[in-house]
Nanobody, 124 residues
């Protein structure tokens, strides 16, 4: 299953953006979905995740209180990003755990479907 991410852009510090992620197929199910981000030369890092079993949401400390992960119709995933900072600049990727999920929501290796990434740039 391919995921399609959108909504990135160039904004000033303090602004908001909402990222969206939808699967390329009509019938789609997963154990969990998440957002990760990556800057050149660094590892892809966890941002936020939602697990379906208990409808639990999880956030990296760096975005807690500013970002909100949510879903619509069990298919479309959103990331509402408020009070953006220059250090939030990265390519953002959505991901889904489709085949299996052991519960380690912040590990990129838990997710077997990925979107193509959308660039978020925050200027100071």
């Amino acid at each position: 299953v391919q995921l399609q991410a959108s909504g990135g852009g160039l904004v000033q510090a303090g602004a908001s953006l909402r990222l969206s992620c939808a699967p390329s197929v009509r019938h789609f199910s997963s154990y969990a979905m998440a957002w990760f981000r990556q800057v050149p030369g660094k590892e892809r890092e966890f941002v936020a995740a939602v697990t379906w079993a208990r409808e639990s949401t999880h956030y990296a400390d760096s975005v807690k209180g500013r970002f909100t992960i949510s879903r619509e119709n069990a298919r479309t995933l959103y990331l509402q990003m408020d009070s953006l900072k220059p250090e939030d600049t990265a390519v953002y990727y959505c991901a889904a755990a489709v085949g299996r999920f052991s519960g380690v929501y912040n590990s990129r290796y838990e997710y077997d479907s990925w979107g193509q990434g959308t660039q978020v740039t925050v200027s100071s």
